[in-house]
């Protein structure tokens, strides 16, 4: 990797006004949503740490408890301004390239994160992501970007939208920052496994009773589809392709 280090830092709060708590809900009789997804970036060959970073809220205790208990890396910050809480985490930690990866998505692909680390180097860009033209299913989202990045979006960015989701300055600023949108071969942007509802948690859980394998990849998860097309219907009112929808969460 050319003695390039990549951090991941994931974002997590319980306070989601559509599905309190959900992170720490129960995908089978082992693992919890934050664990599974824990699990799943282990994986991964080319991530150096992963960190929670996660806020000063009260109700957010749970989620520094529980990394205290299993030896994760965290950070506490704010709740509101998520921009400067992924800068002050990144510099803590000294994070050089950093991977954005949101709590609610514990199906999220290790290797395909890696094909996404892999580009991030070969194309030589600021910013990477797979969700601003979605052709992946919404859930298996990530961004990547500088450290160098990151910084300058902390210093200049000034609009209230821009420090609550991260991304978007960077994504706006074409003259200054070099993007590249990774695409699927095929679009398969129309299945959902993000959890943001009850029904959500409902497919997810299934899915996962499915798959015998670890880590699940995408290849595992289409084929449970295909073959189970009925569990469509169980989040089906969720569906819906959004281009900001996982680059604009709040957690």
Known sequence: ???????????????????????????NNEKIVLEFLL???????FLNNIIIATTSLDEDKKIVDFCKKNNIDYFIGDSENVLDRYYQCAKKFKSK???????????????????GIKLFLEKKVDFLTNSLEPTFPHG???QIFTFNVLDTTHRKATESFDKEHVVPYIINQKKNFSNYIMKNNKDLSGYRVTIDWIEDL???KNVVSMINKRPIEINDLMKVFLDNPELLKINSKRHGKNLFSNLTKNN
């Open 1 to 27: 990797m050319n003695g390039e280090v990549f951090d991941c830092i994931i974002q997590a709060r319980l306070g989601s006004t559509r599905f309190p708590n959900k992170i720490f809900e129960k995908i």
């Open 39 to 45: 699990e799943q970036l282990k994986y991964s060959k």
């Open 97 to 115: 390239n950093i991977v954005r990866i949101t709590s609610d998505c514990p199906l999220i692909d290790p290797y395909l994160l890696d094909k």
């Open 140 to 142: 298996l989202d990530f």
């Open 202 to 204: 409902q497919l997810v």
